[in-house]
């Protein structure tokens, strides 16, 4: 099991590479060329700055029984697809319970932004202490249920 992370502004790569450390699991970095990272733990893969060019290498490298960590739903979808395993920064699992509900309502989000013709809006709130606590704890969990997985 590897762990990868959509890493462009990514605010728990921290959280992931001490959790990871703990469990011996390898981690990779993905970014692209305008948020170049360095790592004293993780294998760092900087990619082109095209349009979804992380995306398409993290789903090109990931496989069945790894985990995802993104922000993107279409990213954790396609992570899904390929049997892997898939966790917001939030903490919140990516399932294929929950996937397309997501997906959906991310769809209806654009379209209205769209039609209302509002240019500016308003980014996630500031993150806390209990959010990294949150991630961290959910993560954990998601490894240990994962690592089960693994053996059967």
């Not at 948020?35 to 789903?59: N, R």
């Not at 954790?76 to 996937?99: E, F, P, R, V």
Request: aromatic share 6%; hydrophobic share 40%.
């Amino acid at each position: 099991m590897k762990i990868f992370v959509d890493a462009d502004a990514c605010p728990v790569v921290g959280i992931v590479e001490k959790i990871a450390k703990a469990h011996n699991l390898p981690v990779t970095l993905l970014c692209d060329t305008n948020h170049v990272l360095s790592s004293d733990y993780s294998e760092v893969i900087i990619v082109g700055a095209g349009a979804d060019a992380v995306d398409y290498k993290l789903i090109s490298i990931c496989h069945k029984g790894d985990i995802v960590v993104s922000q993107d739903y279409g990213v954790a979808a396609m992570a899904l697809g390929k049997g892997a395993y898939a966790i917001h920064q939030s903490g919140k699992w990516y399932t294929n319970d929950n996937i397309d509900q997501m997906l959906m309502e991310r769809h209806l989000n654009k379209k209205a932004r769209r039609s209302s013709h509002k240019n500016h809006v308003k980014g996630p709130k500031k993150r806390t202490e209990e959010d990294d606590e949150r991630f961290a704890q959910s993560f954990e969990k998601m490894i240990l249920m994962a690592q089960k997985e693994e053996k059967r």
